[in-house]
């Protein structure tokens, strides 16, 4: 018997997808930011780990297809009983280091409720192309471009009823008409979890919003760190794109996305003055690889920064530097910034 | 029209703040909770616009918060339940 493959594909996606629905039907509230910030920060480093662990599994093979397209040397490999929950044990009772993980944690599963929502509108739209082959006026084509935003576009709808706002809500779904999502569309997205999914993607960017707002107030007076504002050009879209980046001492750079006009103002005196080298991060940990061990192996912070400087910065480099937990002022030298003589080395 | 996106997003954000600092006197305590909570979920979704403010219909979705925001904000009389 021949197996469909793309038959078998589809289905596994959807069960994958439905427990993500699941596990926020019944561990939602959780997320909710006053139910969230009730916890301390154990606890919330327990429950990010517990989620990602649960509805993003596959984040181990993510990982590894990442690591494998660097030199040997260069990769890190993970053993079979790893989990997020080893992670977070180790940041436990480090203030700043739990909040970057907080914040990079959370927005991977805000992240992962997006792609579920994408999967599941991918998969509605394949069995409307199905069902309505015969009719030209019904055509259900989605670039990759369109079905980000109507993604984006169901997700405002579901939030706009959310919040009780007909007008935003009828705005949303004219936006929707025109891609011939109707109301039989939308209320098969809701009886499937869209909605569900919809809420947990806004609550864990909440939860991540909460997470920089504390990390700034941490921070703010650390001279040691770097953190702040960097503001990057999309080289797809061309349009600027605010991130906040911290350079976790042992861990590595961390960048998110942010939005939030409160947020960036915060940060008006604070620049992340460093390229953002970590944009498609899978984990956020402390271990390190082959080639970032020789380095820590020279015995001292002054030699791994006189190695570094003479590499010159690049992404590696960088990595090492956060790694081995060099201060802003080591890594100000090795950017050439400053002059290890003036600095009184 | 980020100009427009940014006035009306600074627009709404004023208000809420205005409204978290200092509530309408003749608001009862209950009221009061309902307001800040509706006004919080507002700000929520209003931030999750500004992930693409150049999305068809973002524009006017922030004149739909804008105006529902004003209309929390500027209720001075009691309110028992959620708008």
Redesign the interface.
């Known amino acids: 018997m021949r197996i469909d493959y793309k038959k078998l594909n589809k289905e596994v996606r959807m069960e994958k997808t439905n427990g993500i629905v699941k596990f926020f039907m019944k561990n939602g509230k959780k997320f909710e930011l006053d139910n969230y910030e009730s916890l301390d920060n154990e606890e919330r480093l327990d429950l990010l780990a517990e989620t990602g662990e649960t509805i993003d599994p596959g984040y181990r093979v993510k990982f590894k297809k990442l690591e494998d397209r660097k030199p040997e040397d260069n990769r890190i490999e993970l053993e079979s009983d790893f989990t997020l929950q080893e992670v977070m044990e180790s940041a436990k009772g480090i203030p700043i280091t739990e909040k970057a993980l907080e914040i990079f944690y959370s927005n991977r599963i805000a992240h992962t409720c997006r792609d579920a929502q994408k999967k599941m509108l991918s998969d509605l739209l394949d069995n409307l192309k199905d069902t309505y082959k015969d009719f030209n006026s019904l055509e259900y084509e989605f670039t990759p471009k369109e079905l980000n935003q109507t993604t984006q576009t169901l997700h405002r709808y579901f939030i706009a009823e959310k919040t009780k706002n007909i007008n935003a809500k009828k705005i949303a779904k004219a936006q929707l008409g025109r891609k011939l999502i109707g109301d039989e569309e939308i209320e098969e997205l809701r009886k499937r979890g869209f909605d569900v999914l919809s809420k947990g993607y806004i609550d864990c960017m909440s939860i991540k919003d909460a997470a920089i707002a504390e990390s700034i107030e941490l921070l703010k007076d650390d001279e040691t760190q770097s953190f702040g504002l960097s503001r990057q050009k999309n080289k797809k879209t061309g349009k600027i794109e605010d991130f906040f980046v911290i350079d976790v001492q042992g861990y590595g750079q961390m960048s998110v996305h942010i939005y939030d006009p409160e947020l960036i103002s915060s940060l008006s005196e604070h620049e992340y003055t460093y390229p953002i080298y970590q944009v498609d991060n899978i984990l956020l940990f402390e271990r390190t690889s082959k080639y970032q061990e020789s380095f820590y192996r020279l015995g001292n912070d002054e030699e791994v920064v006189k190695k570094l400087k003479e590499i010159g910065p690049n992404a590696d480099t960088h990595e090492v530097a956060v790694k081995g937990m060099l201060t802003k002022q080591q890594m100000d030298i090795i950017y050439g910034k400053t002059n290890d003589e003036e600095d009184g080395r | 029209m980020m100009t427009d996106s940014?006035d009306l997003?600074?627009e709404i954000?004023e208000m809420i703040d205005s409204f978290m600092k200092k509530p309408p006197k003749t608001l009862s305590h209950r009221g009061r909770v309902y307001c800040e909570t509706?006004l919080?979920?507002?700000k929520?979704?209003v931030?999750?616009?500004?992930?693409?403010k150049?999305?068809?219909?973002t524009q006017?979705?922030l004149k739909?918060?804008c105006?529902?925001v004003k209309q929390i904000t500027g209720k001075g009389q009691d309110k028992g339940q959620?708008?």
């Open positions: 940014k997003v600074s954000n509706d919080l979920e507002i929520t979704a931030n999750d616009l500004l992930e693409d150049d999305a068809p219909g006017d979705m739909a918060y105006d529902q959620p708008a």
